[in-house]
């Protein structure tokens, strides 16, 4: 019991901080300007094949630093020259416009890459157990995934509450027309804004895709979840995206390995068989719904919280 508690703790904490990675730059663009932004996976997608393209003919760490500029670029002709167009028409166009920018995404990368993974994979001095636990090795890059997503909070932290362009950036959140009366140019804020929170997926995308598969489902896969960590955390609120985050994670990483069902606790009063018999529902595992725990936690927050459990009403 408790090898499956420490264990599991460690994978949903790696899994938590990696959600945080994909989730701190939606955060950004979703509590800052508003945008709904479907795209963002894709933004953590194309992190992950750039960084494998380049791994390929140049060096791995090159990968990891190129790939989100050439990302985060992206990100800001998308903002400068799509979103930019339509974001007087609404929260619906912009919603739309992203959903199809996902598809486009997509397919682009099955063209170029097929429609299977790719073999993107760490260099192999860095395939080394950090620790050993329980008899197993436990590897050295779910350490090193972890080390980049805190690094990237405390910079993110640092650079929205302790300098003078974090303050423009949250008083072109809040006050648009105040802060443009004061000369700054509030379109080119929510330009870089966009950008660095396109680079911020990419960057997740870069590191965490040496690790896990790169296929072109991976947005798909993450996407959801990625905008479940918003709202629990609360838009626009980086320490809520963390915690949130870690919460997901290690509440899903326990779920995987618990066998528990409705029946087993009728057992308690002496009704387990009269469950069993019954089945359907009571003998429906934790494990087996494993992967609805984060829209379980997320109703549950909003129950209680409907801002999420760091944003402020509006």
């Known amino acids: 019991m408790l090898e499956f508690v420490i264990v ?63 990302v985060g670029l992206l990100g800001v002709l998308v903002e400068r020259y799509l979103l930019r167009r339509v974001h007087r028409y609404g929260h619906a166009h912009e919603l739309l416009l992203t959903f199809g920018l996902a598809f486009i995404f997509e397919e682009l990368i099955k063209l170029f890459y097929g429609d299977f993974p790719v073999n993107y994979a760490m260099p192999a001095y860095l395939r080394f157990p950090a620790f050993s636990l329980f008899g197993a090795d436990y590897p050295f890059y779910r350490i090193f995934i972890g080390l980049v997503a805190i690094g990237m909070f405390v910079l993110l932290y640092l650079l929205l509450s302790r300098t003078r362009a974090g303050l423009v950036v949250r008083a072109a959140e809040r006050l648009p027309s105040m802060a443009e009366a004061l000369g700054h140019n509030v379109p080119l804020v929510f330009m870089g804004v966009f950008g660095v929170g396109a680079a911020l997926a990419g960057l997740g995308g870069a590191v965490a895709g040496a690790f896990f598969p790169t296929n072109p489902n991976m947005a798909l896969e993450l996407g959801v979840i990625v905008f479940v960590v ?80 760091f944003g402020e009403r509006n």
Do not use: C, K, Q
Request: net charge neutral; glycine share 14%.
């Open 230 to 309: 918003v709202v629990v955390g609360g838009l626009g609120s980086i320490e809520g995206s963390l915690v949130a985050s870690l919460m997901i994670g290690v509440f899903s990483s326990f779920a995987v390995g618990l066998n528990w069902s409705l029946a087993r606790l009728f057992d308690l009063v002496g009704l387990g068989d009269w469950a069993r018999d019954l089945g359907g529902l009571m003998t429906l595992t934790l494990s087996s719904i494993s992967g609805t725990v984060p829209f379980l936690l997320m109703l549950i927050v909003l129950l209680v919280r409907p801002a999420g459990l």
């Open 8 to 70: 599991s703790t460690l994978n949903g904490v790696t899994y938590g901080l990696l959600l945080f990675m994909v989730s701190a730059g939606l955060t950004l663009i979703f509590g800052m300007m508003g945008v709904l932004n479907f795209a963002h996976a894709s933004f953590y997608m194309l992190g992950a094949y750039i960084a494998y393209s380049i791994t390929r003919t140049i060096d791995f760490w090159i990968g990891l630093l190129v790939a989100p500029i050439l």
